[in-house]
């Protein structure tokens, strides 16, 4: 079992950063991989980014590539998403999600645990 929490979102002007963390618990933690999904209201679950169990891959959805970068803490049981240049289409809830696999696959079926997710705004 592993638990995940979201935090770090919040209010931010375009243009700007924030990096967000997910705090997990649990003993898989450093085997699996490790993603980030965002949705907006009205739209799908979209696939934000993931890092695989070691932290030696990324792979990231096209609406954040050259601006994201996910990495992680295994020591700390810690992943982090630094998001740069935002824009207002990044308006989304921003969700952390645990892979069954170790390496990073793009689609949420492949993620067995989830946070409660964090809201980013991103004003204009």
């Known amino acids: 079992q592993v638990q995940l929490v979201e935090s770090g979102g919040g209010l931010v002007q375009a243009g700007g950063s924030l990096r967000l963390s997910c705090a997990a618990s649990?003993?898989?933690?450093?085997?699996?991989?490790m993603g980030w999904f965002r949705q907006a209201p009205g739209k799908e679950r979209e696939f934000v980014g993931g890092?695989?169990?070691?932290?030696?891959?990324?792979n990231y959805g096209d609406s954040a590539k050259g601006r994201f970068a996910i990495s992680r803490d295994n020591a700390k049981n810690t992943v982090y998403l630094q998001m740069n240049m935002l824009e207002r289409e990044d308006t989304a809830v921003y969700y952390c999600?645990?892979?069954?696999?170790?390496?990073?696959?793009?689609?949420?079926?492949?993620?067995?645990?989830w946070g409660q997710g964090t809201q980013v705004t991103v004003s204009t």
């Open positions: 999600a645990a892979s069954r696999w170790p390496s990073v696959v793009p689609t949420a079926p492949a993620y067995v645990y």
């Open positions: 649990g003993r898989t933690f450093s085997s699996s991989a």
């Open positions: 890092i695989s169990w070691s932290g030696g891959t990324t």
